[in-house]
């Protein structure tokens, strides 16, 4: 465990955004995550677990507490029969660093999230999703730690409560700290059946069908980088949190009011399913919109930038502008992906 000297979250996060910390500590392993957070919890002090900072929102004013970086590595695989393995990851192994290795050892159920930025441990929290696919399919377990109970344990898959971009560590956020997750995947040089259009015709497959493993990630990889979604220090569309605001998910009565053409997919649950990019730009905030230091990105209208020297109040601004304009045109309330610390939309 190592304490570094307080530096500004901005240093910390993609969105290059945020104030001081009080204090920064990184933890090497899960013993010395569940030690640091208990030995500030039994003192009252705030705690903020971080691990890229690439889904964080953090006020100008900074975080008065301790900051704990998540650096715990490691990652086990277990036999599961002849055709699946349980790959056990520690928290802070980097998330598409993993994704590249399951690909290039054949083991198929997170291909299409190649180029999501971030911690493995954070994946879970999110309920991390792109192109159809989501880590909730392939999750076994995974190991926290309970700040209430003071101990740690392993919830199973099903236990985790997850949802469109949603856990329910997200709906309780700080109650668990996560530790580790196991993932089930499946021995194979295919993918798994293309759920998402657009991916399949950049592939030139119908929707269902299986693709080789490295094509999948490939293809992924242009098209997040194409729309700004790929972290690329030289590039400020890139200077963001990814997706800012989530899809909408309307009842069958409120998607009946969008347009003829606004996008609808309907879900299993008998809600409908639309497109926020959709919706912002018939609402008038083209790529690229705004005049300050904090826009709209100039390749995908979702992701909210910071071009050099904007602050977070500004980025916050220019999210609640997009949101009221979204309301007031559609009647649809965006709701923002992030985390947001110290601030709110």
Known sequence: MADRPAVSLAELTTLRLGGRAGRVVEAADADELVETVLGCDLVGEPVLVLGSGSNVVVADAGFPGTVVLVRSRGRTVEEDG??????????????????????????????????????????????????????????????????????????TGAECGFGYRTSCFKRQPGHHVVLGVTLSLRRSGESDPLGYPELARRLGVPVGARVPLALARSV??????????????????????GSFFTNPVLTPAAAARLPPDAPRWPQPDGTVKTSAAWLIERAGFGRGYGTGPARLSSKHPLALTNRGGASTAQLLELGRQVRAGVRERFGVELVNEPVTVGCSL
């Not at 055709?83 to 990851?89: E, I, K, N």
């Not at 990889?221 to 949190?241: E, Q, V």
């Open 220 to 241: 992924v990889l242009d098209l997040r980088r194409a729309k700004g979604m790929l972290l690329d220090p030289g590039d400020r569309d890139t200077w963001s949190a």
């Open 82 to 155: 002849p055709q699946r393995v349980w790959v056990s990851l520690e928290a802070g192994e980097d998330w598409d660093a993993f994704v590249a290795e399951a690909v290039d050892d054949g083991l198929a159920g997170v291909e299409v999230l190649s180029g999501i930025p971030g911690r493995c441990g954070a994946a879970p929290i999110q309920n991390v999703g792109a192109y159809g696919q989501e880590i909730a399919t392939s999750t076994v377990s995974v190991r926290v730690y309970d700040r209430t109970a003071r101990r740690t344990r392993t919830l």
